[in-house]
């Protein structure tokens, strides 16, 4: 599993024959470390997302017009949703290696994981814009005060 595809490329496979030729390039050790990775993502999932929630709440806050304020909101709620289509996704790759893969599994792993890594960006964009908003602004104020 080295040297071959990562989890990454079978997440997005998207079909049955991309998805063996994945789980050819591993052989057998490598869909085991891969079953076993994707249970032990399980347990990250509930940590990552609420991080991200919390991050996005935190940076609500600290926004100064109320409608930023409430997209944080809405945007901290998506991280768990992002968890959710982690589960889903992981349970689709799980059964593709456990049972083989098939076109309709392919699919919805890929659609999952795409999902998940929207909804993760769009809170990471809005952590990052906050942070760059706010501090931006500080360096604007202290530029301000040192040329009075």
Request: proline share 3%; net charge positive; charged share 15%.
């Amino acid at each position: 599993m080295g040297r071959g595809p990562q989890i990454v490329s079978f997440e997005l496979a998207g079909s049955a024959l991309r998805a063996q030729t994945i789980m050819n390039d591993w052989g057998e050790p490598g869909r085991i470390v891969a079953a076993f990775n994707l249970g032990f993502d399980y347990l990250f999932i509930p940590a990552y997302s609420t991080l991200m929630a919390f991050l996005c709440i935190r940076a609500s806050s600290r926004f100064g017009l109320p409608w930023l304020s409430t997209m944080g909101i809405v945007i901290a709620w998506l991280q768990w949703l992002a968890g959710v289509f982690d589960c889903i996704e992981d349970a689709y790759l799980l059964k593709m290696l456990l049972q083989g893969p098939s076109d309709g599994a392919a699919q919805i792993a890929r659609v999952s994981s795409l999902s998940k890594f929207g909804l993760l960006g769009m809170g990471l964009a809005y952590v990052i814009g906050e942070f760059l908003a706010t501090t931006g602004s500080k360096c604007l104020h202290l530029s301000r005060r040192g040329t009075r």
